[in-house]
């Protein structure tokens, strides 16, 4: 009875010429070849349509993380994958321009549209040129990190495509194409996150000019100012998500960043937004596109163009989320209400308004001393 672990196969001696294989007798198919030259390598054996086959996994590998790789070949070849022929058609394609889109494609399903869209454009716009010539066997640490230095003015762009290269390195280890990742432990830039908060004037601008316009883009920019709610989750948003009467909107699990149902209650002035969009809606969804028969999938060309009739600058659609939070905290709201409202699953993640708060409790705090000062 063999059982492949570490300690067996430091122990394997060299046949006197050619190779031998040791079979696992618990992993049907797994077994650990070594030749006359004391050269280690996992091996997998599997019969597809008839024809049997002798996969080589890989060596200079723990005996734990072969058996990973074995289980998961066991289950290709059980969905009528044939791992040799996989490889062989990645082997075919070895330059880095096309198997990073073979990459792409593979983890597709596992990615959000919107990401899966910007690490398209990221790999097109600032990965591609730089690698576009070359091969997979002459990729570098030294040349991936000479990459990276290109984007020190750009430290959000470097970043995203060194995780991406990093996570298209470790899909290439998993299909035995490399056996390193050449992104590991190559340090990224540390970003300066912006935090703008608008400010009351910025705030009475937007509004001033909602008032004056009544278009469906108008609405959404109302109800994202007035419920702290993402756009993404908005602009997807059903009528069906909505009691009007109750005054709740029961976000689902499907739209929300964190991927679970948010209640929210409605204030009156969202629900007074809402009972006007619904007197011109004729659909499911809230903010409807005839033109592609689904929801509008953004309001960016509307937003610049109120920012460029108001003459404000360097302000996102997304900071009208962090002013809803701004205000609960200023009104005197804890940390834990405001995250419940604005969808945060973790209280940590509210925890960047906490300066808010504490500007609160200092003002508080100073009214003890300016009415003690009274007595004197």
């Known amino acids: 009875m063999i059982k492949i672990n570490d300690s067996f196969v430091s ?7 050619g190779n031998f294989i040791h079979w696992d007798t618990q992993y049907k198919g797994f077994g650990i070849r070594i030749t006359a030259s004391s050269y280690k390598s996992f091996v997998f054996k599997y019969i ?3 024809k049997k086959r002798v996969y080589t996994i890989g060596s200079n590998m723990a005996t734990t993380f072969a058996k990973e790789r074995y289980k998961k070949l066991m289950l290709d070849v059980l969905n009528g994958i044939d791992p040799a022929k996989e490889k062989q058609n990645i082997i075919n394609s070895p330059y880095l321009k096309d198997l990073i889109f073979t990459y792409l ?3 597709k399903s596992h990615l959000k549209i ?8 990221w790999i097109e716009y600032d990965i591609l040129p730089y690698f576009k010539k070359t091969k997979l066997i002459d990729i570098t640490k030294n040349q991936i990190q000479s990459f990276h230095l290109l984007f020190v003015e750009k430290k959000h762009t470097g970043n995203r ?6 996570s298209f390195f470790n899909w290439c280890i998993d299909k035995d194409l490399l056996n390193i990742n050449f992104a590991k432990g190559i340090k990224k830039y540390k970003e300066n996150f912006r935090d703008k908060m608008l400010n009351e004037i910025e705030v009475k601008s937007i509004l001033n000019h909602l008032k004056q316009c009544n278009s469906i883009n108008s609405y959404a920019i109302y109800l994202l100012l007035l419920t702290g709610a993402r ?3 908005l602009l997807q948003a059903k009528w069906s998500e909505f009691d009007l009467e109750k005054g709740y909107w029961n976000k689902p699990a499907t739209n929300t960043k964190q991927k679970k ?3 929210i209650p409605l204030n009156s002035s969202a629900l007074e937004v809402l009972n006007r969009l619904k007197e011109i809606s004729n659909s499911i969804y809230l903010f409807y596109n005839p033109s592609t028969k689904t929801h509008i999938k953004d309001i960016k060309r509307y937003w610049n163009n109120l920012l460029k009739e108001t003459d404000l600058q360097d302000i996102r659609i997304h900071d009208l989320r962090h002013y809803f939070a701004s205000m609960l905290i200023n009104s005197g709201e804890d940390l834990y209400t405001v995250g419940k409202l604005i969808g945060h699953s973790n209280i940590q993640t509210t925890t960047r308004y906490a300066h808010l708060q504490n500007h609160r409790l200092e003002r508080a705090s100073e009214k003890v001393s300016n009415y003690l000062e009274g007595f004197n």
């Not at 122990?11 to 010429?17: E, N």
């Not at 919107?114 to 454009?121: A, G």
């Open 231 to 233: 756009k993404g989750e």
């Open 105 to 107: 494609e593979d983890i």
């Open 161 to 166: 495509c060194l995780g991406i290269l990093s």
């Open 114 to 121: 919107k990401t899966y869209n910007e690490y398209k454009r």
């Open 11 to 17: 122990k394997l001696k060299p046949p006197l010429s």
């Open 261 to 263: 149902v948010h209640y």
């Open 48 to 50: 597809l349509n008839g």
